[in-house]
């Protein structure tokens, strides 16, 4: 199972970037996908998830500004990420289960890729 994040960079605050994370080795269409954070010093956080359904959900710190999306015939999840703040600065994480539900336990992970937002 692989799963490939992109899209991270420097952005200034306000402004956008979009992640997007492409799976392979499992029936993409079928897992659901979540978007986890993590911050220097800070545990890692679930930001945004889709359910196989296509049901979202999101962190309150997040609402409103994220929108997390998927496309089940490029196997791609993505994360829209508007409104940027530097509390948003972190490592960003893609992460699949089979379970059906966007909360965790997740399975499978991918690399981070670093969203870094100057004020």
């Known amino acids: 199972v692989q799963l490939q994040a992109s899209g991270g960079g420097l952005v200034q605050a306000g402004g956008s970037l979009r992640l997007s994370c492409v799976a392979s080795?499992?029936?993409?269409?079928?897992?659901?996908m979540g978007w986890y954070r993590q911050a220097p010093g800070k545990q890692r956080e679930l930001v945004a998830a889709i359910t196989s359904a296509g049901t979202t959900s999101y962190e309150d710190s997040v609402q409103g500004r994220f929108l997390v999306s998927r496309d089940n015939a490029k196997n791609t999840v993505y994360l829209q990420m508007n409104r940027l703040k530097p509390e948003d600065t972190a490592v960003y994480y893609c992460a699949a289960n089979p379970y059906g539900l966007g909360a965790p336990p997740y399975n499978y992970w991918g690399q981070g890729t670093l969203v870094t937002v100057s004020s």
């Open positions: 080795g499992i029936i993409f269409s079928s897992h659901s």
